[in-house]
């Protein structure tokens, strides 16, 4: 059971890009949450993952000895859920958030590589995903509110619900 919860139903067995594809499905996942909960919802369950997955990832960390392991994709979707749920007003902040994730999460500039790098365990597995998750819900939000003061591309902010 473990396994199925880390690698998320197992699509960190993905041949190529695991994260990515957890992303993905993580994000077709989150729709159906912010259509019929809610966005505060959805941000509730990023952080739920978040806290459970750190006990979890300690205790696959000790019985395999490998850190961060590549089928790990909890962290991915619990950062691509907080990211969607700080900026879901539309398909194009819903879009921005899983884009940006997956560049702040792959590039890990500042802040997420140094915790990718010097935070060991559970808590730095998943500590650098949600910051990735939260940079990226903050640009998308950024990108949203500046297209609609400068009214560019309406067809894409119309809203999700």
Known sequence: MQKVFLTFFY???????????ASLVA??????ILVFLSDQTLFLASILIFAA???????YEAKT?????????????????LAISM?????LSF??????FRIFDIAKPSIIGRVDRDVKGGLGVMGDD?????????LSAMCYGALIKLQIGTDWLISIR
């Open 95 to 100: 879009i921005l958030s899983v884009l940006f």
């Open 11 to 21: 699509t960190g067995f993905s041949p190529k890009a695991s994260g990515t594809v």
């Open 87 to 91: 900026s879901s007003a539309s398909w």
């Open 27 to 32: 994000a077709v996942l989150a729709y159906p």
């Open 53 to 59: 997955s750190i006990n979890v990832i300690n205790d």
């Open 130 to 138: 949600m910051l990735a998750g939260f940079f990226a819900g903050l």
């Open 65 to 81: 000895g490998v850190h961060d392991d590549k089928s790990i994709v909890i962290d991915e979707v619990a950062g691509v859920w």
